[in-house]
């Protein structure tokens, strides 16, 4: 069989000649790929979570090589990690730090999308790969956190799992399974180490190159939320708007990645715990299934959800009720089919008989665990909640920013006081809030299409440097 | 709206009364020097005061002896003057007492002390505030079955190991608690003498008082106590030094990566504006 042409000298010709791939993916993902030329602040957190990424892979094999997946030393294999190993400290304070740094990073992500409607057609593919990567992550930090095996890891885990024995018919032996044992113990130890170092990872590597694909497919969107490939230049057929990715954005990450790896190595060499945040205090206590610790609260990551959690209690099953007749009502005024009328009217009637229909309803316990997971699913339906004309919340009313931002603050709030003991007074904003973080999706076909949209202009906003 | 302001009213609310509520559970503590942490002579008095008291009941097995390295004691310092046993200078600091033995005899074994200042820190207090208050809020008390309290720790397990180091003192321990019978609230002055018995005046307070306690001692050896109070603090800076060996080296190194950082982010940045410079 005959080599490949090539247009490429030395060793990259050599290369060519035999895999025309290698070549033609670094065009396509890189040298090529335009990228609309008026990315601002926000558009740095995408790579930025490759970085973490590879930063918590890489400590994490190190961390492997030392840890001890047994419930007799892990706990102490960590602290060797940090004593006897050489730069051991330095490795764990890496991943301990990377764990947070990755939800920072992800946060400010997907901040970045629904300010700008990342999500929005074409891209509902990139979206849902994100949002899954989103699960794993979550997936990944709450099986990590056990391995310390401190009193947090413990209890944390013993509460989560728990979580599912409140599922009707199948929860308690379901939990068993999740466990492998009637309480969290060296078998959960040792399955959540392997979904930690292998199965997480994996699924969560090949998310993340779906993500980049279908991105690289539809093309990146942009603060102004124009679509850059409308305006091609005739004589090139490339994007007038556009760059290529390399060597204009990468020299543009990396600068990013400088201020970014400021800001990280700060706290991995001055204050690794981060006021207990990063590394919390009571998991410097070894596992002790026989004393539960007063208070037992989530990494700061997952206190959002865990307060609309812990809000769902019996008294809020009522409100909760109200809130989605209401709900029920709206939409069957919206909608124009018959039949999906009477159908959403049906399920909303079901589900508040459940809620709080006598001898028929569930355990209040259960709808806090159905809330907590649609506190994050409902991520997922953003590209079809959104309705707005304008993409980018610079043609939008100022109004709408405001709402984002209300938003952000509810999400601020109810992380708070899910680091909170509970309380009368927490319970009660725990409440407000789920309130309004549901309303502020539920209702979004509606919002999204009110107000003043400004014109959209046709190229991007873009002042040369 | 109105919702919204009631909210936030109830978020400032929970955060005052949350601070005061913390205030009033738990006595004043002292602030730990925390220069004697920067300070070898300090971290190897409070080394010795560890090996020679502490290590009677509590271990620091997470900790090898040649870790001490660390505080400027060599090798060979450290098993002639810290390890009393056949150990070797690279086995982990452990104690021979057996946890079978230690729940017999104290009801639970003592914890381990490797990463103990760490440990004990809250969002409220600093474990080393709280290990520096325990430490020297010792007082006689006749009717706890080891004759003594604790104003950090009420009815502590822990005996007052280090007594003849800080002396005998006199407590005065102030209480402000609800009335047992009625609806207001009590000033309750307990004064300890030296052998721990008690005189006890309570007082009834006007209006409306928080619930909270404080104390004072009166050493019969001011000298001796302050000494103590410097013993203490070196043995706390030592506990310090224990929970995470390596944060002297960790922060030396910290500031030249940091360096190394700024450089890199200032080339980086000319590197950008000169690519930057052809997009128009």
Known sequence: ?465 | MKRLIASLCLIAGTLLGGAAHAAGAQVHLDTWPEARGRDLASLQNGARTFVNYCMGCHSASLMRWNRLNAIGLDDRQIRDFLIFGEQKVGDPMTIAMRPADAKAWFGKMPPDMSVIARARTSFDFKGTDYLYTLLRGYYRDATSPTGWNNVAYPNIGMPHILWERQGPREATIERIVHDAGGKGMVREVAVYDAAGRATVTRTAVPGHAAEGASYSFKPADPALARQYDSDVADLVAFLTFMTDPSATTRVRIGVWVLLFLAFFTVVAWWLNREYWKDVK
């Open chain 1, 1 to 465: 069989m005959p080599l490949h042409k090539t247009e490429y000298k030395g060793v990259l010709g050599w290369i060519d000649q035999r895999m025309p791939s290698a070549m033609i993916e670094y065009r396509k993902h890189l040298s090529e790929y335009y990228a609309p030329k008026n990315f601002n602040f926000w558009y740095f957190f995408g790579s930025l979570a490759i970085v973490v990424l590879a930063i918590q892979i890489t400590t994490g094999i190190f961390l492997t090589m030392h840890y001890k997946p047994d419930a007799r030393f892990a706990f102490e294999s960590v602290e060797y990690i940090m004593r006897d190993v050489p730069g051991g400290w330095f490795i764990r304070y890496m991943h301990s730090t990377g764990a947070s740094f990755f939800f920072i990073v992800v946060y400010l992500h997907m901040f970045r999308a629904l300010l700008y409607g990342s999500y929005r057609t074409p891209r509902e593919m990139v979206w849902i790969f994100g949002c899954l990567i989103f699960l794993c992550l979550m997936g990944e930090a709450f099986f990590g956190y056990l391995l310390p095996w401190g009193q947090m890891s413990y209890w944390g885990a013993q509460v989560i799992v728990n979580l599912f024995s409140a599922i009707p018919v199948i929860g308690p032996d379901l939990s068993v399974l999740i466990r492998g044992d009637y309480v969290v113990s060296d078998a959960t130890l040792n399955r959540f180490f392997a979904f930690h170092v292998i199965a997480i990872p994996l699924v969560l590597v090949g998310l993340v190159a779906a993500h980049i694909l279908a991105l690289h497919d539809v093309g990146s969107n942009n603060p102004d939320g124009i679509e850059i490939k409308e305006k091609l230049d005739p004589a090139t057929g490339k994007p007038l708007d556009g760059i290529p990715f390399h060597p204009y954005y990468t020299v543009h990450d990396i600068m990013g990645l400088g201020v970014f790896l400021i800001v990280f190595f700060s706290v991995v060499f001055f204050m690794p715990e981060m006021g207990g945040y990063f590394l919390e205090w009571n998991n410097f206590i070894p596992a002790d299934p026989l004393q539960t610790p007063p208070h037992i609260a989530p990494v700061w990551y997952f206190t959002p959800y865990y307060s609309i959690l812990r809000a769902t209690t019996e008294p809020f099953m009522l409100a909760l009720a109200a809130g989605l007749a209401v709900y029920a009502l709206l939409l069957f005024f919206a909608l124009r089919s018959r039949l999906a009328r009477f159908a959403v009217l049906g399920a909303a009637a079901v589900v508040i008989v459940l809620m709080i229909g006598g001898p028929l309803k569930l355990d209040p316990k259960l709808w806090g665990v159905v809330l907590m997971g649609a506190s994050v699913l409902i991520f997922i339906a953003l590209p079809w909640l959104d309705q707005s004309p304008a993409k980018s919340m610079r043609y939008r009313p100022a109004w709408h920013f405001w709402l984002l931002i209300g938003f952000v603050v509810v999400f601020l709030v109810l992380g708070y006081f899910g680091t909170q003991p509970p309380s009368p007074v927490n319970e009660r904003v725990s409440q407000i809030g789920t309130l309004l973080y549901f309303a502020f999706f539920l209702l979004m076909p509606w919002w999204s299409r009110m107000g003043e949209f400004k014109p959209v202009p046709s190229r991007v906003t873009f002042a040369a440097h």
